[in-house]
């Protein structure tokens, strides 16, 4: 058996070299759905120790200062502290697994506190790379956020060595916690709950809560925003999510399928310079000839248009709705195909600048966002292997 919490991977790594200790606790609140800053944090276990309004460059002294402040956001957690203060026998290492699969079954990553010699450094498992820790001894925090119990390995999150996520085996992790100890939720597994609920069936409206558009609206530009999803790949909801922002706001709401500037307002009133024959047309502004080319090659792969040269030779015709969710696949999948997996991470920064080549819209582009994860799984009626889906994640077969 497997199980790994969720948790924000987008800020796995330490802001503040000495802030091992609350970059733990901030990936643990994470998976809760809790999210404060390292500083917030560091200031918490700082004031535990006496250190108001400085910075104490020793790190955290002691595991009790996490397991104090994940409390206080997690009092259902009930935090315990373990300390291991010499190897543990077989029963040890059980008595650790078992507090670990306890925590993690009921929905709470662990704190470790571990101390690594040059002859101990963590290794990976189960084909993860193993971190990149130095020559000499490391006093560090890090997280426990999964295990497998067949292979009786961990998930840590460790926010100081690459790559920050990796498997590391039980007896291993034993030894690397002494002398120090660990925290654990001391909590029961969450109960089943009621079954869960029908899934949508008005695709429609559901598109219409995750843009803001009236749902006549979003009725009308359903079937483009179908194809570019299926097209684009985006099959869970961070990816549906992602992708519903960024057009969105490139397209002003899902509105302009053409670039409003023109060769008239630049001495080329019949648009016949390539500039502007070949203007930014679908709902992502796909510009210039050569991307013209690139589209059409894609296009007509996938037997959507009957030449690999389609819309070199009829550009106009790239304005028409139909395209115009067509058109971000190729940008998604080919112009820039890593887009996906930072989707997957949430990142949406770095996709806004896979996109825009800068941070332009930002601000609208995180609530159009927000908005879209805000629905949740009913997104995931917009994919294109929905009926998978939908057995899957809602228990219905359709």
């Not at 009790?64 to 502290?81: F, M």
């Not at 304005?319 to 067509?326: I, N, P």
């Amino acid at each position: 058996m497997r199980r790994v919490l969720d948790y924000d991977k987008t800020r796995l790594g330490q802001d503040t070299g000495w802030y091992c200790g609350p970059a733990t606790v901030q990936t643990i609140l994470s998976g809760r759905g809790i999210y404060l800053t390292e500083a917030e944090i560091a200031a918490q276990t700082e004031a535990l120790e006496g250190n108001v309004g400085w910075d104490d460059r020793d790190g955290t002294d002691h595991i009790s200062q996490l397991a104090t402040v994940l409390n206080r956001y997690l009092s259902a957690a009930n935090y315990r502290v373990v300390e291991l203060p010499r190897y543990p026998d077989a029963a040890g290492v059980e008595r650790l697994f078992g507090h670990i699969r306890r925590s993690i079954d009921a929905g709470y990553g662990v704190a470790l506190n571990w101390v690594i010699p040059p002859s101990n450094r963590p290794r990976g498992v189960l084909g993860s790379q193993s971190p990149n820790y130095p020559s000499y001894v490391v006093y560090h925090y890090v997280c426990c956020m999964g295990y497998d119990s067949d292979a009786r390995a961990l998930w840590i999150v460790d926010s100081g060595f690459w790559p920050r996520e990796y498997w590391i085996s039980l007896d291993q992790c034993a030894t690397l916690i002494v002398p120090k100890g660990y925290a654990y939720a001391d909590a029961e597994p969450a109960p089943a709950g009621p079954p869960p609920p029908a899934p949508p069936v008005n695709r429609a409206e559901v598109l219409a809560r995750a843009t803001g558009l009236s749902v006549a609206r979003a009725q009308e530009i359903l079937p483009t925003v179908l194809d570019g999803l299926a097209m684009s790949e985006c099959s869970n909801v961070n990816r549906i999510a992602m992708w519903l922002a960024q057009i969105g706001h490139e397209s002003a709401g899902f509105n302009a399928t053409e670039e409003y500037d023109h060769g008239r307002n630049h001495g080329d009133p019949n648009e016949t310079s390539d500039r502007w024959r070949y203007k930014g047309r679908t709902w992502i502004q796909i510009t210039w000839r050569a991307n013209y080319e690139g589209f059409s090659r894609w296009a007509h792969a996938r037997g959507l248009v009957p030449t690999p040269t389609y819309f070199v030779d009829r550009p106009r015709e790239l304005a028409d709705l139909r395209w115009a969710g067509v058109g971000p696949a190729w940008c998604w999948t080919v112009a820039r195909p890593d887009i996906n997996a930072l989707s997957d991470l949430r990142d949406l920064e770095t996709v806004t600048r896979r996109i825009n080549g800068g941070t332009n819209g930002l601000a609208d582009r995180r609530a159009r966002y927000n908005r879209a994860v805000a629905v949740g799984d009913d997104l995931l009626i917009l994919a294109d292997n929905w009926s998978d889906i939908c057995f899957e994640v809602f228990g219905y077969e359709l």
